[in-house]
């Protein structure tokens, strides 16, 4: 289980949960299928699957745990389709218009017949938690989807005190400031290939560069033009290449192929694997996130 696009967050105090107690914690609210009367549901599943027990996996200290996600499919054409026709029917039979909250009524009756026979999509969002280095990582390529997940877990625990990290220069601040200088990267980050700049606020314009030359006068030439770096391909120690945005979250995740020939070389079954891969995913991401967070001139300590 290789993360992809993470979004991570630090405890404002000490996660002191063993495995067994978060793994009872979230029994509570063990993922469940949707009744026939609901448009989604959501709860804990196990993070192996079918060859595990635990809702909960630990490896060296590490928490991996797995929010699971049903919704009930229902295309709006469809809907609107059937308003469309009781409203008709009801004019022509009743000799009169159907208003507007005629008509939210019609559909809410329509969404109440269709959502028995409604198909089923589920999802799963992963998320690790390291105590000892006070994080909250989650496998999702957008905040919302990584709050939903924090929500449920603070649901489930009745508290969670997570915050984004504090940081003395915005990414977009750095990323900037790192194209336009070579000599202002931080050590062990490199600039790839790919960037996409915005104009300031109230202008428009974006432009995506992709393998180009990053450092080139022609891509430079946008900064001086007022536009701002908000995503940019980077790599970290030739271990790890990613895109970071500027809202922090970290995208298009690639492990050096050292690091995943490593892991594949541990052998055994299902389980000895995903735990050979976690292990060394939060082995790298121990030492990644604070050198990140370095470079932009965290408040934290990393």
């Known amino acids: 289980m290789w993360f992809k696009n993470i979004q991570f967050y630090k405890f404002e105090d000490n996660f002191k949960l063993t495995a067994e107690q978060l793994h009872e914690a979230l029994l509570g609210r063990k993922a469940r299928d949707c009744g026939q009367m609901e448009m989604a549901c959501e709860g804990w599943s196990k993070p192996l699957g079918h060859a595990g027990q635990m809702l909960v996996h630990e490896s060296n200290g590490a928490l991996m745990l797995c929010m699971r996600r049903e919704d009930k499919v229902l295309p709006a054409s469809l809907v609107r389709e059937q308003v469309v026709e009781r409203a008709f029917q009801i004019e022509a039979e009743a000799g009169r218009p159907v208003g507007r909250k005629e008509k939210g009524d019609i559909k809410d009756q329509v969404l109440q017949e269709l959502m028995p026979r409604a198909l089923v999509r589920a999802s799963h969002t992963y998320a690790c938690i390291l105590p000892q280095k006070g994080w909250l990582i989650v496998n999702a390529s957008s905040a919302s989807k990584a709050e939903s ?23 977009e601040a750095a990323m900037t400031r790192w194209l336009m200088n070579d000599a202002a990267l931080p050590e062990g980050f490199d600039v790839e290939d790919e960037c996409e700049m915005q104009a ?12 180009v030359d990053l ?3 022609e891509v430079r030439a946008h900064v001086s033009l007022g536009r701002r770096v908000k995503k940019m391909a980077m790599n970290w120690r030739e271990r790890l290449s990613f895109v970071l945005h500027e809202d922090m979250s970290v995208h298009r995740l690639k492990f050096d192929s050292a ?33 990140l967070l370095s470079a932009l001139n965290t408040e934290e300590e990393a």
């Not at 877990?153 to 990414?171: F, H």
């Not at 300031?200 to 393998?211: F, L, P």
């Open 215 to 217: 450092s080139s006068a």
């Open 200 to 211: 300031g606020e109230g202008a428009e314009g974006v432009v995506r560069c992709k393998y």
């Open 149 to 171: 997940l924090i929500e449920l877990l603070r649901k489930t625990l009745g508290t969670l005190n997570v915050v984004l990290p504090a940081t003395q220069e915005s990414p």
């Open 259 to 291: 690091i995943l020939d490593e892991a594949g070389e541990s052998g055994g079954d299902e389980v000895a694997r995903f735990d050979a891969d976690f292990t060394l995913m939060v082995a790298e991401f121990g030492e990644f996130l604070p050198e």
